[in-house]
């Protein structure tokens, strides 16, 4: 069986291990059979509104990733719209030059903001996918900076041409699944929370095998626990075979 991860963080300072961590954290995931990963930065590292300054640290930990795994890790760019379109464009021309494939936003602001335009324009431009934070944010009052799925479909409404790999199927639930159903350009990564029966299952119907993609969010999730997921759900094999990797390579163009 083959595996692609599309949601890890092997750098979390959390944890207090730095790049330490790292290589204990992707030689658990080799341990796992997983042969690739996507590793999106330690997002939070800063707390939610990064500086232009402390982005660059998070993304040079990602890049060196990269170098230090090479083959096994593609980065993603984590950026923040806030800072305005000059720092956004700035980071991504950094990000390309070293061979980051995606975009990755957490919980600076709304992916329905405004702000959201140069880093699409900049996704567009350079064949970058963006991987957006996401929650069902009916319980939870801080829509203001956390992006709900209706948020999600709301973006790639008005981006038809960027592919957004939308995070935490398992947080954005059945009303998730159905916010982004009409949106051809949204994936769905099968992170978040703890696994529920019938949620991968409902998304395979809703949504097609095709736009799920296995992400763990590793050390936050064990890779274990976000495997069983999908090797336990009741889908056919060539639907586990695009989940856990096909889609992710034909995405992101990996070999
Ligand atoms: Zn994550």
């Not at 954290?25 to 939610?48: C, F, K, N, S, T």
């Not at 957004?164 to 009409?182: E, F, P, Q, S």
């Not at 978040?192 to 095998?209: I, R, S």
């Not at 060539?238 to 995405?251: D, G, M, P, V």
């Amino acid at each position: 069986m083959r595996i692609i991860d599309v949601h890890t963080h092997p750098i979390l300072r959390l944890d207090r291990r730095g790049r330490k961590g790292a290589a204990q954290l992707l030689a658990r995931a080799q341990a796992h059979g997983i042969e690739h990963v996507v590793a999106l930065g330690d997002v939070l590292a800063y707390g939610r509104s990064p500086t232009e300054a402390q982005l660059r640290k998070i993304n040079d930990d990602t890049a060196w990733l990269m170098r230090e795994h090479a083959g096994f890790v593609t980065g993603f760019c984590h950026l923040n719209p806030t800072l305005g379109a000059a720092a956004v464009r700035r980071e991504v021309a950094r990000g390309v030059a070293r061979g980051f494939r995606g975009l990755k936003l957490e919980i600076a602001n709304n992916a329905s903001d405004a702000c959201m335009q140069p880093l699409m324009e900049e996704a567009e431009q350079h064949g970058l996918v963006v991987l957006q934070h996401a929650w069902s944010m009916t319980k939870i009052r801080e829509r203001r900076f956390h992006t709900d799925p209706e948020d999600v479909a709301t973006l790639a409404r008005r981006f038809p041409r960027v592919q957004i790999i939308m995070a935490h199927l398992t947080g954005c639930g059945v009303r998730g699944v159905l916010a982004v159903k009409d949106c051809p350009n949204v994936f769905v990564d099968t992170s978040g929370a703890a696994p529920e029966a019938g949620v991968v299952e409902y998304a395979v119907a809703q949504l097609g095998a095709e736009r799920v993609l296995y992400g763990s969010d590793a050390p936050i999730r064990d890779f274990g626990v976000a495997l069983a997921r999908i090797t336990g759900a009741q889908i056919m094999a060539a639907a586990q075979r695009k989940i856990l990797s096909e889609n992710t390579r034909a995405l992101l163009r990996l070999p």
